[in-house]
């Protein structure tokens, strides 16, 4: 099993534009998430989806969305890229149950994303 | 609101020193909360969990309700601790599980 995946490992982009980072899991959870990972700041959730078709708002939504057409697949959609946008973005997933979200979240390798 | 607060942005301790990461949280309810780990060049992933009450890797965490606190623990360091050290909660809706800010703890020989 790969795990979770992401792509690219590295981006660059001109402030105002636009693109996707992918994400994809082949575990069948049906839980995945999107974090930023800044200096000082941790981890903050951006969006979340508890399966396909539903998704919703974490800490830091703004700037950011997302869809869920498959249990694979949750990509994140930068529309308009800022400055304020340059981090290292984590996808994770886990397993949704009756009492929530799976302590056990497993990471993707992360996308280091710099907006200029 | 939920919080988690981490104090120290680095620690640095010597070999065979004890170790102790702090963290805080604000929650109105009965938290469920847990340490992750990054090492160099590894993913993020789970070191431990309140509730199963278990050592990893010598690590050990209790749950302080009175003092809102889940520290890290482990008696003697070694140097392959060297890691980012994120404690996390999980939310009241179950929906959600929120980090602190991370304390990169440096193992010194």
């Known amino acids: 099993n790969a795990g979770v995946t992401q792509t690219p490992k590295f981006q660059v982009l001109k402030t105002g534009q636009s693109m996707t980072l992918q994400c994809a899991q082949d575990m069948n959870h049906e839980y995945m998430s999107w974090y930023r990972q800044d200096p000082g700041m941790g981890l903050r959730l951006i969006h979340y989806s508890v399966g396909a078709g539903i998704t919703d708002q974490g800490e830091v939504p703004n700037g950011y969305n997302v869809s869920r057409s498959t249990t694979e697949d949750f990509p994140l959609r930068l529309l308009s890229a800022a400055p304020s946008q340059t981090s290292v973005y984590f996808c994770?997933?886990?397993?949704?149950?009756?009492?929530?979200?799976?302590?056990?979240?497993?990471f993707g390798p992360g996308t280091r994303l710099t907006v200029l | 609101a939920q919080r988690v607060t981490q104090p120290e942005k680095l620690l640095s301790v010597f070999k065979g020193a004890p170790v102790e990461l702090k963290c805080n949280y604000s929650?109105?309810?009965?938290?469920?909360l847990f340490w992750y780990v990054q090492y160099s060049r590894q993913r993020l992933q789970l070191l431990l969990r309140?509730?199963s009450r278990e050592s990893i890797k010598g690590f050990t965490a209790d749950l302080n309700k009175g003092e809102t606190s889940f520290h890290l623990k482990k008696p003697f360091a070694q140097e392959e601790d060297s890691a980012m050290y994120y404690c996390a909660l999980r939310g009241s809706s179950a929906s959600k599980i929120i980090f602190g800010s991370g304390t990169r703890l440096s193992i010194r020989p």
């Open positions: 994770a997933s886990s397993l949704w149950g009756a009492s929530g979200v799976s302590d056990e979240q497993f």
């Open positions: 929650y109105s309810g009965s938290p469920e």
């Open positions: 309140h509730i």
